[in-house]
């Protein structure tokens, strides 16, 4: 199975915020995950951004790709 971290959207119309999981990569965008690492809210002035960075590594570990993304907002 090759998993995949990505952001699954979340939130209202025109007030999106994303979630951060783990998921199958041939799952949909918002489909079932294996598990929830953090989350991303670009709407707030600050973008807020929590990520728990020890499963990140964990998951990075066991072969984890990260989407571009994910990449792009955690700095790695």
């Not at 964990?58 to 994910?70: E, I, N, T």
């Amino acid at each position: 199975m090759a998993t995949v971290i990505r952001l699954t959207r979340m939130g209202r119309k025109k007030q999106p915020f994303y979630r951060i999981a783990v998921t199958d990569s041939r799952k949909r965008r918002d489909g079932g995950w294996i598990e929830l690492i953090g989350y991303y809210n670009p709407m707030n002035d600050e973008k807020t951004l929590k990520v728990d960075n020890e499963r990140l590594d964990y998951w990075l570990s066991v072969g984890a790709k990260m989407s571009d993304r994910v990449k792009k907002i955690t700095g790695r």
